[in-house]
Structures are given as structure tokens and as C-alpha cells.
């Protein structure tokens, strides 16, 4: 038998046939994917209701001189969490390492050292996470409503309005408008 293919540290890609329209256009982070599930961050959809500055006020934590950068959606799933997706050049204890490629924190305090100059060079917050139960993901990955790439680590610190999505599919030579929206099997 096989041993399972896990995606932990690469990059998910929706297909211009994404049936879930939560997920159009989407390009999401995999920080941890095992025989247990899956947990992404959308890092491809900017949010209209929120900015870094408001969330550090949320928590009563002063922005000093620390830009006003943007917030992701980063998925459907508890909306009301933070996530911060960082380089290795910082780690708490709670850290989750993803491989040797970024971490994944989402406490107060790497919101403070961020605000206090002192946090990782390289970070990007979000809301939100996309989650998969044990098999979801594999299943929906036989669906071809998402892509597989081990993309490059610059696609999560890369802001602006720029369309990440359109980005990522140009960056492996693929023109995401001739794709088909209609797939078939083998």
C-alpha cells in the first residue's frame, strides 16, 4: 500500500471550475494537512471590513510607527480568529512550524512584537481559516476544483491589491483564462 501524500507547506490553487464560490479564486496556504485533516489560510482575498490597525486597537496594543497593512479573509471558518503567517526569523512557543518554509502564530504577542518592531520580518495576518475533516481534502483534490503547487514562500508576503491568484497560476506558466472550467477523468 501507498504511503498518503500530505500538502503541508505547499499551496492549493482553485480552479476556474471551483464549485464552491466561498473559494473562487482562491489561493490558500496549507499549514498543516495529516491523516487527521487539513488547515489553510486563504491568503488571496483582501478584507473590506478590517485593517492591521484595527485589530491592534482591538486589543489595546499601540501601532507605533507599524504600517496599516492589510488583512486576508482567511477562510470560512471561524471568521473571528486571527492568524498570522510569518517568516522563520520569529518563533513562540506556539508557533507552528511549516517545514522550513513560514510559521503560523496566533497569539498576542507576536501582534505586539509586530506593532513593537520586534517581530518577524516578513508576516501577513488573516481571519478566518479553511478547514478539511480526515479524507476531505484528498476527496475534493480527485473533484478538480483545486491544483497543488509547492508555490514560492514570496506569495504570502507579496500585498497590495494585486491578484494573488492570477499570480501564482502566470508564475508556473499557466494562462488561468484557457483553462476549462469543465474537467474530465481518466
Not at 19 to 42: K, Q, Y
Not at 104 to 125: D, Y
Request: proline share 4%; aromatic share 10%.
Amino acid at each position: 500500500m501507498q504511503d498518503p501524500i500530505y500538502f503541508s507547506g505547499q499551496f492549493l490553487l482553485a480552479t476556474p471550475g471551483m464549485a464552491d464560490p466561498r473559494f473562487a479564486r482562491s489561493i490558500i496556504a496549507i499549514c498543516s494537512h495529516d491523516e487527521n485533516g487539513a488547515l489553510g489560510i486563504n491568503i488571496g482575498q483582501i478584507s473590506q471590513d478590517i485593517t492591521f490597525h484595527a485589530i491592534l486597537n482591538q486589543f489595546d496594543i499601540s501601532a507605533g510607527d507599524c504600517p496599516d497593512e492589510l488583512v486576508y479573509v482567511g477562510g470560512p471558518v471561524e471568521m473571528h480568529r486571527g492568524f498570522v503567517l510569518h517568516s522563520l526569523d520569529f518563533n513562540l512557543s506556539e508557533t507552528l512550524q511549516v517545514g522550513n518554509r513560514w510559521g503560523l502564530s496566533s497569539s498576542l504577542e507576536v501582534l505586539e512584537a509586530i506593532a513593537g518592531g520586534t517581530g518577524p520580518q516578513n508576516w501577513m495576518i488573516a481571519t478566518g481559516y479553511a478547514g478539511w475533516g480526515a479524507g476531505q481534502l484528498e476527496e475534493e483534490l480527485t473533484q478538480n476544483g483545486w491544483s497543488v503547487t509547492p508555490g514560492k514562500v514570496d506569495w504570502l508576503f507579496q500585498s497590495g491589491d494585486r491578484d494573488k491568484w492570477q499570480m501564482a497560476w502566470q508564475e508556473q506558466g499557466i494562462d488561468p483564462g484557457r483553462l476549462s472550467g469543465q474537467f474530465g477523468s481518466a
